[in-house]
């Protein structure tokens, strides 16, 4: 019975009859290339990113995950990694160095020579810290990524593998911390990228390894035994620093959860609150805790009770420390705090939670914001007859249905009329530009023009 089920699992999970092995290694080998078409869509995944990351817009960056070419070249490597292939490796790596740093260079002269700067930087900070999550992000991918291109004619996962790998968004971030040589945004960004990458090549090379990819000196046994040392001497390099990168990466994951565990336990101690805290890196390996609280001074008995809970989750007494800035001594002001403190905990908690509401819309506020000042520029710098520009957003009609929907209207204050072809023209750029479907361009003559004689106007 055992035996059965085992076998019924065996057939279920086998991918024998779905793979095409030659075909596959003929698609990787023909995706490393960076010649041609591929140059055109790595600049435009480029500049799309970019503009992506500068207006903090998700659906943009992830236009520019799904085109960008950069994942070729590390499958290529970690096939090359699994057939022995030295050939296929240096070939692999070099176009994937070419990739990466014109990548880097077009995207810090992009955010250099943009006008506009990131009102938010959500978008580009979530960039500069990677976690445990991002390594199995970029493991499993990776895996997925190399099992589609197995099967036959090709699969439809590498979209998918590509959006939630996010290559090109950290290449970029690299790119705007050049700009505004900013450190946390370079070296936190390329250590994300060089993670992704990494665990790419790896799940390839295991993938490959589990599907048996031949080798690619399976008649010449010399060169077949150089290509194998070659590749494990590259192995060790490669696996060893991972190792201890995900270990390291693993262990500031579980310190921050931790951390929240602890100010979560003792969000209310006594007569006092912890309102914040804060994390901060020391030395390599090391992390301090900043407790801020409110209310009473902490007693060496309070104190003691807040170590002891730290020690059981693995935080040292040297890591924790507290600013009392904002609590008192204990007396009559301290019997006065006592029932905010402890009577209204709940209270606070809600109030809390309507600040961050409060934040989180203000977020969104922001976000809707129109950039009129800039929109008012370029339109006044390609039409001279245009002397003022008005944006606002409000109800207009939408062209398609006839009914009333939130939109843009932009006024135009015009020496001359515009000409429809114009307007429909405008209206075309000022969607994309925008964002949004549903704008309206309208234009008036300004009194001094309206007032000239007929023939000095144009349609």
């Not at 979209?159 to 090109?168: E, F, K, N, W």
Request: aromatic share 8%; with cysteine.
């Amino acid at each position: 019975m055992k035996s059965n089920f085992w076998e019924k699992v065996s057939a279920f999970v086998n991918v024998k009859n779905e793979i095409d092995i030659g075909a596959a290694d003929i698609r990787i080998r023909n995706n490393i290339r960076f010649r041609g078409m591929t140059v055109f869509i790595l600049a435009f995944a480029i500049i799309i990113a970019s503009v992506g990351l500068n207006l903090n817009s998700i659906p943009v960056i992830i236009g520019a995950m799904l085109i960008s070419p950069v994942m070729g070249p590390i499958l290529g490597f970690g096939l090359g990694l699994a057939e022995g292939d030295t050939d296929l490796v240096k070939d692999a790596l070099k176009n994937f160095l070419v990739m990466v740093g014109i990548s880097i260079v077009a995207s810090a002269i992009y955010f250099l020579l943009s006008p506009l700067s990131p009102s938010q930087k959500t978008e580009l900070l979530a960039r500069t810290n990677p976690t445990i999550y991002d390594v199995l992000i970029a493991l499993f991918g990776g895996a997925a990524g190399m099992f589609a291109q197995s099967q036959k004619e090709g699969g439809t996962v590498i979209p998918g593998v590509a959006i939630a790998t996010a290559l090109m968004p950290p290449l970029c971030t690299v790119g705007y911390g050049l700009a505004h040589l900013d450190p946390k945004f370079i070296f936190g960004a390329l250590y994300l990228f060089i993670i992704n990458s990494i665990f790419i090549a790896l799940a390839t090379f295991l993938v490959a390894k589990y599907l048996h990819f031949p080798s690619a000196y399976q008649e010449d046994e010399q060169r077949r035994r150089r290509a194998r040392r070659a590749i494990w001497a590259i192995m060790l390099i490669i696996v060893v620093p991972s190792i201890f990168s995900a270990v390291g990466i693993v262990r500031e994951t579980n310190f921050e959860r931790n951390v929240e565990t602890l100010v979560e336990k003792n969000k209310t101690i006594g007569r006092s609150y912890i309102f914040n805290y804060e994390i901060q890196k020391v030395g390599r390996r090391g992390h301090s805790v900043q407790l801020y609280l409110a209310g009473e001074v902490l007693s060496d008995g309070e104190k003691e009770s807040i170590y002891l809970d730290a020690e059981e989750l693995g935080i040292k007494r040297n890591q924790l420390s507290f600013h009392e800035d904002a609590a008192v001594r204990a007396g009559v002001d301290g019997e006065l705090l006592k029932n905010f403190y402890q009577d209204n905990a709940k209270k606070l908690q809600e109030l809390n939670a309507t600040v961050k509401d409060l934040e989180s819309e203000l977020e969104t506020y922001k976000a809707k914001e129109l950039p009129a000042k800039v929109i008012a520029m370029e339109i006044a710098a390609q039409y001279n007859d245009i002397q003022t520009v008005a944006v606002s957003r409000s109800e207009a009609v939408d062209p398609s249905t006839g009914s009333l929907k939130e939109g843009i209207i932009i006024l135009l204050s015009v020496r001359h009329l515009l000409s429809q072809d114009d307007i429909d023209k405008m209206t075309v750029w000022m969607r994309v530009r925008l964002e949004d479907d549903n704008v309206t361009i309208l234009q008036q003559m300004t009194p001094a023009a309206a007032a000239a004689p007929a023939d000095s106007t144009s349609n």
